[in-house]
T-cell receptor, first 115, second 112 residues
Framework: AQSVTQPDIHITVSEGASLELRCNYSYGATPYLFWYVQSPGQGLQLLLKYFSGDTLVQGIKGFEAEFKRSQSSFNLRKPSVHWSDAAEYFCAVGAEETSGSRLTFGEGTQLTVNP | DGGITQSPKYLFRKEGQNVTLSCEQNLNHDAMYWYRQDPGQGLRLIYYSQIVNDFQKGDIAEGYSVSREKKESFPLTVTSAQKNPTAFYLC???????????FGEGSRLTVL
């Protein structure tokens, strides 16, 4: 079975600083990987996804993520954080072998941005 | 606009009452999902359906029931058997092939 670990429950950064949110997955074959963002009381919005090909993927709002098979990681990065990036971030893994778009989510990382 | 509509957004119920949360999508997706979200626990899968008239239990199905009579609709009933029903419930839809999920805005259920 696939699983996802987000080691950081809460991260605080200053506005304008760089950001990296960690995600480690467990799956035997090539996974499909996603990052979602959630504002309080809202649904989840897709930031970016990795299916295959180039291991560095670009997403919306200036985010990018890099798939590293050797480390089973898919870390999310942003060069310069804006106050509006404060939210909860979820990494998720899926696999075609386990019924299509069924995803397993990590426990989330809460991002606080200081002015 | 295409999307997923969940209703109601907020729901208060007394203990022992069954409640039904609505989820409708106009994205023409075959698959639909219900997740439960609790603080610090991420999203946990309750039920999912990949085709009309068929659905499967997820990781925490006890105390919940669903139906899938139409492609567009996947209602979730929280029964009185659910021990701790107060939570934020998220409905999602997607392709039967691997791909991303699209989420509704969620329904917050509070049992008094």
């Amino acid at each position: 079975a696939q699983s996802v670990t987000q080691p950081d429950i809460h991260i605080t950064v200053s506005e304008g600083a760089s950001l990296e949110l960690r995600c480690n997955y467990s799956y035997g074959a090539t996974p499909y990987l996603f990052w979602y963002v959630q504002s309080p009381g809202q649904g989840l919005q897709l930031l970016l996804k990795y299916f295959s090909g180039d291991t560095l993927v670009q997403g919306i709002k200036g985010f990018e993520a890099e798939f590293k098979r050797s480390q089973s990681s898919f870390n999310l990065r942003k060069p310069s954080v804006h106050w509006s990036d404060a939210a909860e971030y979820f990494c998720a893994v899926g696999a075609e072998e386990t019924s299509g778009s069924r995803l397993t989510f990590g426990e989330g990382t809460q991002l606080t941005v200081n002015p | 606009d295409g999307g997923i509509t969940q209703s109601p957004k907020y729901l208060f119920r007394k203990e022992g009452q069954n409640v039904t949360l609505s989820c409708e999508q106009n994205l023409n997706h075959d698959a639909m999902y219900w997740y439960r979200q609790d603080p610090g626990q991420g999203l946990r899968l309750i039920y999912y359906s990949q085709i009309v008239n068929d659905f499967q239990k997820g990781d925490i199905a006890e105390g919940y029931s669903v139906s899938r009579e139409k492609k567009e609709s996947f209602p979730l009933t929280v029964t009185s058997a659910q021990k701790n029903p107060t939570a934020f419930y998220l409905c999602a839809s997607g392709s039967r092939r691997a791909g991303e999920l699209f989420f509704g805005e969620g329904s917050r259920l509070t049992v008094l």
